[in-house]
């Protein structure tokens, strides 16, 4: 496949794979690689090929896949888009995630239409040649893209990635593209061993699909010694300098630095033929050094349905932890079960929380364990976050304790209530794309959410407004169900303020109540724009809230 002819700039693709099992940290990892090339004042990018069969993960259980990260132009993505923005100044969009149903759904689209010339269509060259010029997208864009493949090396549903990017080394020459294996090195407590072959049987796994890696990184418990290192070189074929340690670290924070210490940049740019100075990495060493010194601690509960596997709050949880640097303080998080709130003593299980935050999510399960944490937050005079779900039902907690509206709820939860305080929005106007949306009940489920950034504008004299420090923002969005105006009024005059809207005043997307010192709800999902070295306004504001709480208390 030949490589546009417009492009100005010749990017060089990284592309990390994995083996022996998953959760190795390739997400983080790749993050952390473009961060070290950033700190140098390269440009990277990223792309996540991921080889399951769903088109996009925006259907898929959390239980099963974590969060989905949704980007400004409205992509449902996978969670390692997360860490890409948290850890660079890339940003994400629809290019920057495929998945197998994606790259299929495409061939075979071209083939219905037929573009393929009533030819035979197969996994070599049609899919290796869609997930290719999926890949190639990118060039031209930036310096250094970072092509991470989902899955484990061996997985069958991973092959046609692997041979594509296979291709696309001869495609693209040595010194514009890498290979980067992340691979397990285990450390055997009982026979007191760091054991090398998982990570030589993964490699010649690797090999035999066509790939040679070039630099080999670690994943560890125990520091690899010089030995070890060699002996990994020797049985992978690679030098011993390209065997990087991979430790275990309190804080994913230091990942940057760990592999700095490696010589990884180093290595990558030396096998890339890239010039660049010395790394700036103290922004990073500040940042690992005011997470491991707080001068304060608050602890936040999170009640939501997926508090098992936090992976499913990954943005969230980390978002807090922001809030907690932007304030000099550790953030404790406490994630309670909504189901057990339903049947639980409130004041008990929140005992000891100096905020109450309430997530995002989709169905009826656990909604009134999120209401009754609600409600106790709003009593108590405890700084309250509710996000997209969790602003909506404290609206409806709201019109039942205080108004009186005690059939209000949601007809996302409850179709049939007479009071749908929250309710579907049928006609809206689309910002993002400039033109009227309709949906109903029967549209499919994907169709119908309002996805991506959409502006708000913001009342004077709010907490909204003292936050951000600007009259109108940007956020992200991930729904279907939107504040009923019919109630607004009504709402208003009880004490529940709108402190943020859409430009036309139709969609309201932050609310406050002012006889509280914080309490307020968003539509839209602002961990998605937090950093680590830039934590988002929102979050800043309820840990310092939470902080006064604490102090009083």
Request: with cysteine; glycine share 8%; net charge negative.
């Amino acid at each position: 496949m030949q490589r546009s002819a417009n492009n100005t700039k010749r990017t060089k693709f990284i592309f990390v794979t994995g083996g022996v099992l998953s959760s190795l940290g390739k997400g983080l990892a790749s993050a952390s690689i473009g961060a070290l090339l950033e700190s140098r004042g390269l440009t990277v990018t990223f792309q996540k090929l991921d080889p399951y069969i769903n088109v996009d993960p925006g259907t898929m259980n959390p239980f099963q896949h974590g969060e989905v990260y949704v980007t400004d132009d409205g992509a449902e993505t996978d969670l390692d888009m997360g860490h890409y923005e948290r850890y660079t100044d890339a940003v994400m969009a629809q290019v920057n995630n495929y998945t197998s149903g994606r790259i299929y759904y495409s061939v075979i689209t071209k083939e219905r239409r037929g573009e393929y010339l009533g030819g035979t269509v197969q996994v070599i060259p049609h899919i290796t040649d869609e997930i290719k010029a999926a890949v190639l997208q990118l060039d031209g864009s930036v310096d250094i893209a970072i092509i991470e493949i989902g899955g484990t090396i061996g997985d069958i549903e991973g092959l046609p990635f692997v041979e594509a990017i296979r291709q696309l080394r001869g495609d693209l020459g040595k010194e514009y593209s890498l290979f980067i294996h992340l691979t397990l090195v285990p450390y055997i407590k009982a026979a007191g061993e760091v054991k090398t072959k998982p990570t030589q049987h993964s490699v010649r796994e690797l090999r035999a699909d066509g790939i040679q890696p070039d630099i080999l990184v670690c994943r560890t418990e125990v520091p690899l010694s010089s030995d070890l290192k060699a002996k990994i070189a020797l049985f992978c074929n690679v030098p011993q300098d390209a065997v990087i340690t991979a430790i275990d670290v309190d804080t994913i924070y230091e990942v940057p630095l760990h592999f700095h210490e490696e010589g990884l940049d180093a290595k990558i740019l030396e096998l890339l033929n890239v010039w660049t100075g010395q790394p700036n990495i103290e922004p990073w060493k500040k940042l690992v050094y005011n997470l491991k010194n707080p001068k304060h601690t608050v602890t936040i509960a999170i009640t939501g349905k997926y508090v098992d596997l936090t992976e499913s709050y990954k943005s969230l949880h980390e978002a807090l932890i922001h809030g907690g640097i932007g304030n000099q303080a550790k953030v404790q998080l406490r994630y309670l079960s909504a189901e057990e709130l339903e049947n639980g003593d409130p004041a008990e299980l929140l005992e000891g929380c100096d905020g109450i935050l309430v997530p995002g999510g989709f169905g009826i399960r656990g909604a009134e364990g999120k209401i009754r944490a609600i409600t106790h937050a709003r009593e108590n005079k405890i700084p309250f976050f509710g996000i997209c779900l969790g602003m909506q039902l404290a609206v409806v907690e709201y019109s039942r304790s205080v108004l009186g509206i005690e059939t209000a709820h949601s007809s996302e939860l409850d179709p049939l209530t007479p009071d749908p305080v929250i309710y579907l929005c049928k006609e809206w106007f689309d910002y993002r794309n400039n033109q009227v949306q309709v949906r109903d009940e029967n549209s499919d489920m994907g169709g119908t959410l309002r996805l991506g950034a959409y502006p708000c504008t913001l009342k004077p004299d709010t907490l909204a407004a003292a936050a951000y420090r600007a009259d109108e923002i940007s956020e992200r969005h991930r729904h279907r169900y939107e504040y009923n105006n019919d109630y607004r009024q009504q709402l208003e005059d009880g004490g529940l303020m709108v402190s943020g809207t859409s430009p036309d005043n139709n969609l309201v997307e932050i609310v406050e109540i002012e006889d509280h010192p914080w309490f307020l709800g968003c539509q839209f999902h602002p961990e998605f724009k937090s950093k680590p070295m830039k934590p988002h306004p929102l979050f800043r504001d309820f840990i310092k809230a939470a902080l006064t709480h604490s102090t009083k208390n």
